[in-house]
């Protein structure tokens, strides 16, 4: 084969790469095209709106947000629904998370190090499906027997804990399957930003009389701290669009309750739930709207994490104690 | 007040590797005492030895007896007691970059519980000042961070806040070999003032800078003290030849 036939399959080799990369930038207008053009029938409906209105049942008098036969479709609690599961989780999550990063950067024996982390990040290749199963095995009999009682006789003053429901299902219930699923890609994210902030952080914190926890506190965590938040903000990101293991213990009811024990629901969960069967356009374009309003929320969120976690490893090698 | 250092028979290893071997020396109170040697001789784990930092590395070992005053610092005390009496200064500065100026200062004293406001004001000016750096950044103490300073000025403000948890002895890591001649003579007055006030330990890789700063100077060699006199005698005439092959510039 002479040169020129290498020059021509060079040049076809470097369209095909830009094809490559350009095709994920298509998909995602595509995407947005695509429910921009199918939320229109809601948009058009009820406009802003959709977002905080709710509805007044002519025969219970009963407040009612999403009632797909009569017509009446507002986001409003399944927005309360992912955020209040996602916060949930976060609050659950975070303190663990930081507390097992802390533990394999600055205290774990070097070669149980690898292993652990490890073991750690392979909490986030389970399947959704699964966590989903366990919980609605395992977790939620056991928040319906003994959690959930607890949490209503001692905390029940405060209105959070008011034990309503007999299913052990609901917001604590996706909240703690959530806070396991996102554990990893914190505590993994905050672990990186550790490991990146220089030793001698450390030295100068214990060379000024630091205990090793005030080391850390001092010459580790919050020189890390802007990209822990990164790391949480990435955590929520992940807690906001998962679907499928809250869509099995959330409850599935589309009110809205101050009981964190009672059943609520999610902007996944609905559509997950009800796109399949939906009873008319019109519920079609609400359900697709939540799913635009959701995809725009996760990449507002993510871009900040990624923001944030870039802004501090930038330009800093990982460092390990010499 | 600095107090002297009494050093025998210490030894200390990285893993196999035999890094300090059989050092005797007794460091005179408030003194300046410097440190010579090529690199790797030993040096900088001598000093770490002094404020137990040397431990804090998982493969690192150490044998032998320091007494700082009449403390045995192996046996009577822990790590972190020694160094709220022992202020360590690195090669690198190493400011909070987090931190305000002020806050750099106070973090030590804040370690120790100090919290009275007035008094935290009043040791941070006292320090700066005493680092030489008080007039260059009075204005903006709890505006400007740490890492904000250039390179000499970090060094300094490393040093006051080393300085404000009024230690007993000062150790200094080639304090000035990541600096420019000026912050470099900057530093070195400073050690001059300092060490009316405290014990200083200067490892320098510049033999005119011991010279300049230090009484007494050791000369290390392959881990183990060659020499160890009054720094006129080390330079004019050593004892060992292998100490007056190092200063003309022989090798190393």
Known sequence: MGRGNSAVADRGFQWLMVLCALSIFGIVVLIVTELILRSQLSWHAFGFKFFFSSFVDPDTKQTVYWDPVNGHFSALPFIYGTLVSSFLALLLAVPLAVGVAVFLTEMCPRGLRG???????????????????????????????????????????????????????????????????????????????????????????????????????????????????GAIILGLGRALGETMAVTMVIGNSPEIHRSLLSNGTSMSAVIANEYAEAVSDLHLSALTEIGLALFILTIIVNALARLLVWVVTRGAPAQVLH | ????????????WYGSNHTLQDINLNIPANHATALIGPSGCGKSTFVRCINRMHETNPIARVSGTVRIGELDIYHDATPVEIRRRVGMVFQRPNPF????????????????????????????????????????????????????????????????????????????????????????????????????????????????????????????????????????????????????????????
Request: one cysteine or more.
């Open chain 1, 115 to 229: 292993p652990l982390a490890f073991l750690s990040e392979l909490l986030a290749a389970i399947p959704s499906v699964i966590y989903g199963l366990w919980a609605m095995y395992v977790l939620v009999p056991i928040l319906r027997e003994h959690i959930n009682p607890l949490l209503s006789q001692f905390l029940g003053w405060t209105g959070l804990f008011a034990n309503e429901n007999p299913t052990g299902l609901g917001f604590v219930a996706a909240g703690i399957i959530l806070a396991v699923m996102i554990l990893p890609i914190i505590s993994s994210l905050t672990r990186e930003v550790m490991s990146a902030v220089p030793n001698s952080q450390r030295e100068a914190a214990l060379a000024l009389g630091a205990t090793r926890w005030e080391m850390i506190r001092m010459g580790v965590l919050r020189n890390a701290r802007i990209g822990i938040v």
């Open chain 2, 1 to 12: 007040m600095g107090v002297g250092i009494e050093v025998s028979n210490l030894n200390a």
């Open chain 2, 97 to 252: 970059p987090t931190m305000s100026i002020y806050d750099n200062v106070a973090a030590g004293l804040k370690l120790n519980g100090y919290s009275n406001r007035r008094a935290l004001d009043d040791v941070v000016e006292r320090s700066l000042k005493d680092s030489a750096l008080w007039d260059e950044v009075k204005d903006d103490l709890k505006k400007k961070s740490g890492a904000s300073l250039s390179g000499g000025q970090q060094q300094r403000l490393c040093i006051a806040r080393a300085l404000a948890v009024d230690p007993e002895v000062l150790l200094m890591d080639e304090p000035a070999s990541a600096l420019d001649p000026v912050s470099t003579s900057k530093i070195e007055d400073l050690i001059f003032e300092l060490k009316t006030q405290y014990t200083i330990v200067i490892v320098t890789h510049n033999m005119q800078q011991a010279a300049r700063v230090a009484e007494k100077t050791g000369f290390f060699l392959n881990g183990r003290m060659v020499e160890f006199d009054s720094t006129h005698k080390i330079f004019t005439n050593p004892s060992d030849k292998r100490t007056e092959d190092y200063i003309t510039g022989r090798f190393g």
